[in-house]
Every structure is written in structure tokens, then in C-alpha cells.
């Protein structure tokens, strides 16, 4: 039996895509591995009760409490390789991570995005601003992308994508469920379990 590939998900705020893994999870759908781990970049986040309700250690890890940027990563990394962790999502994660830390987990870290990248992604393309945008430019078809991490924001190769519809009068807000809803909420717990799976030591 191959042992599992424990995951550390990093969350900033409500956690609903960690969520959904939980979910997948209990139902079996990611049998390659673990939320081993949820580590957040503020001690407020209701990602964090979600990890409590689910008995799943978690560790908060705040880049003001550190004097620079390899300060910070060199104290995530040592809170992941105490817990032994393989892989990493990032859901919902509002902190950016350096070369200095993507660089020391090739492949390993994986994020979702609320856009076919590459529309609509990149640096200052996080939360509502990506649905305001593909809202403003007039697309009709948005989704949500799955990929590796790398250096650059929104920048590592592509795993999965989902379409969803843009329909008349829909705003930000609108959007942005339905996106989660037909496309994060499918496709994060579909990738982890085919990076995991490839990770299984």
C-alpha cells in the first residue's frame, strides 16, 4: 500500500475551497492523500474553525511577524517539514510566495484560479477583480483553472480547467459563486488527487 501524500492547504480567510477538499475527501474522491495540515496567513481565518470541526492540525504562520519576505518562508517551510508534508494548495492564499520558497517544492504546489488563465490572471488578479474584469471585457464563457505554481503569479503549467457560462446580468458577486460552485469546487479536489496520486512515494 503506497503511503498517502500529505497536503498542507494555505488559506487567508473562509476556507471554502478547503472545504470542498474536506468534502471530497470524506466521499473518497481524493484517495492519494491527506489534508495532513492547514496553515494560515491570519489567526482570524474561518478556514482554521474548519479545520478544528474537522480535526485537522493547523498552524498560522503571519508575514508582519517577520522581518522580510525569506524570514517568513523559511518559518512555513520549517512548520511543513515538521508535519512531513508532500504537497501544498493554495486556497484562497492572500500571501505571495517568492522563488525562494516555489522554487524548494517543484510541482509540489498547486493553486486555483477563478479564470481561464491565461485571461484574466497575474498579479493584482485575486477575489472579485477577476469576475469585475472578464465582466467588463464582454467574455462569454469564464471558469477556473488548476496549475502548478511557480514564481510567477498565475505562471505554472496548467492541470485542469473548467468552463462556465457568463449570463446576462450577472455581477461580480453572482459570478464569482457560480464559478466555485461549477468549476473550483470540481476541479480543486480532481487535481490534488491526480498530483497527489503522482507524488505517492
Same mark, same amino acid.
Not at 492572500?94 to 477563478?114: C, D, G, Q, W
Given at each position: 500500500?503506497?503511503? /498517502?501524500?500529505?497536503?498542507?492547504?494555505?488559506? *487567508?480567510?473562509?476556507?471554502?475551497?478547503?472545504?470542498?477538499?474536506?468534502?471530497?475527501?470524506?466521499?473518497?474522491?481524493? +484517495?492519494?492523500?491527506? $489534508?495532513?495540515?492547514?496553515?494560515?496567513?491570519?489567526?482570524?481565518?474561518?478556514?482554521?474553525?474548519?479545520?478544528?470541526?474537522?480535526?485537522?492540525? *493547523?498552524?498560522?504562520?503571519?508575514? /508582519?511577524?517577520?522581518?522580510?519576505?525569506?524570514?517568513?518562508?523559511?518559518?512555513?517551510?520549517?512548520?511543513?517539514?515538521?508535519?512531513?508534508?508532500?504537497?501544498?494548495?493554495?486556497?484562497? #492564499?492572500?500571501?505571495?510566495? *517568492?522563488?525562494? #520558497?516555489?522554487?524548494?517544492? +517543484? /510541482?509540489?504546489?498547486?493553486?486555483?484560479? +477563478? *479564470?481561464?488563465?491565461?485571461? #484574466?490572471?497575474?498579479?493584482? #488578479?485575486?477575489?472579485?477583480?477577476?469576475?469585475?474584469?472578464?465582466?467588463?471585457?464582454?467574455?462569454?464563457?469564464?471558469?477556473?483553472?488548476?496549475?502548478?505554481?511557480?514564481? $510567477? +503569479?498565475?505562471?505554472?503549467? $496548467?492541470?485542469?480547467?473548467?468552463?462556465?457560462?457568463?449570463?446576462?446580468?450577472?455581477?461580480?458577486?453572482?459570478?464569482?459563486?457560480?464559478?466555485?460552485?461549477?468549476?473550483?469546487?470540481?476541479?480543486?479536489?480532481?487535481?490534488?488527487?491526480?498530483?497527489? /496520486?503522482?507524488?505517492?512515494?
Amino acid at each position: 500500500m503506497n503511503k /498517502k501524500t500529505k497536503i498542507a492547504v494555505f488559506v *487567508s480567510g473562509g476556507g471554502t475551497n478547503l472545504q470542498a477538499l474536506i468534502d471530497a475527501a470524506k466521499r473518497g474522491e481524493i +484517495p492519494s492523500g491527506e $489534508i495532513a495540515l492547514v496553515l494560515a496567513s491570519n489567526d482570524k481565518a474561518y478556514a482554521l474553525t474548519r479545520a478544528a470541526e474537522n480535526n485537522i492540525p *493547523s498552524a498560522v504562520v503571519k508575514r /508582519k511577524d517577520y522581518e522580510n519576505q525569506i524570514a517568513y518562508e523559511e518559518a512555513v517551510k520549517a512548520v511543513l517539514a515538521e508535519n512531513g508534508i508532500d504537497m501544498i494548495v493554495l486556497a484562497g #492564499f492572500m500571501t505571495i510566495l *517568492s522563488e525562494n #520558497f516555489t522554487s524548494a517544492y +517543484p /510541482k509540489r504546489i498547486v493553486n486555483v484560479h +477563478p *479564470s481561464l488563465i491565461p485571461s #484574466f490572471c497575474g498579479e493584482g #488578479f485575486y477575489g472579485l477583480r477577476v469576475h469585475e474584469a472578464a465582466l467588463e471585457y464582454g467574455v462569454k464563457v469564464t471558469g477556473a483553472t488548476v496549475h502548478y505554481v511557480n514564481e $510567477i +503569479p498565475d505562471g505554472g503549467e $496548467i492541470i485542469l480547467q473548467k468552463a462556465v457560462e457568463i449570463l446576462e446580468g450577472d455581477t461580480a458577486e453572482v459570478l464569482q459563486k457560480r464559478v466555485m460552485e461549477q468549476a473550483e469546487w470540481i476541479l480543486l479536489p480532481q487535481a490534488v488527487e491526480l498530483v497527489a /496520486k503522482k507524488l505517492q512515494a
